[in-house]
């Protein structure tokens, strides 16, 4: 490409504006992110899975294999940045589960 060549300013400009763009992908996808509604626990899923937002309000008697310090946060299968008080789920797309939540479907993750 000579130095003059249009295609060459044409990718000089998409790099210089794509860098200073850079900076806006994290809040950006945060802000996708917020505005995911949070699980209600009256949720028909979520209710037949025992959700609670905070694991300690788990019914026992129901899920005897419950332990409190199974949660979300531990869970195999949440999503999202660690530390997130809420994030999201596989099992309850396009919703925000609590970190110190519990459903029946909880997973150990790994490690
Ligand atoms: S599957 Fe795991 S992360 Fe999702 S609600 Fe149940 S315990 Fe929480």
Redesign the pocket.
């Given at each position: 490409m000579h130095r003059h060549d249009p295609r060459r300013r044409r990718l000089i400009r998409l790099v210089v504006l794509g860098a200073a763009g850079a900076p806006l992908l994290p809040a950006l996808i945060g802000a996708a992110r917020a505005e995911l509604p949070k699980l209600e626990e009256s949720d028909p899923t979520a209710a037949a899975?025992g959700?609670k937002h905070d694991t300690n309000a788990v019914d026992r008697a129901k899920y005897p294999n419950h332990r409190p310090d199974q949660m979300?946060s531990n869970?195999n299968?949440?999503q999202g940045a660690e530390g997130e008080e809420w994030r999201p789920?596989?099992?309850?797309p396009g919703k925000l589960?609590h970190a110190n939540?519990?459903?029946a479907?909880?997973?150990k993750k790994p490690g």
């Open positions: 899975l959700y979300c869970c299968l949440i789920c596989a099992i309850f589960v939540g519990w459903c479907a909880w997973v």
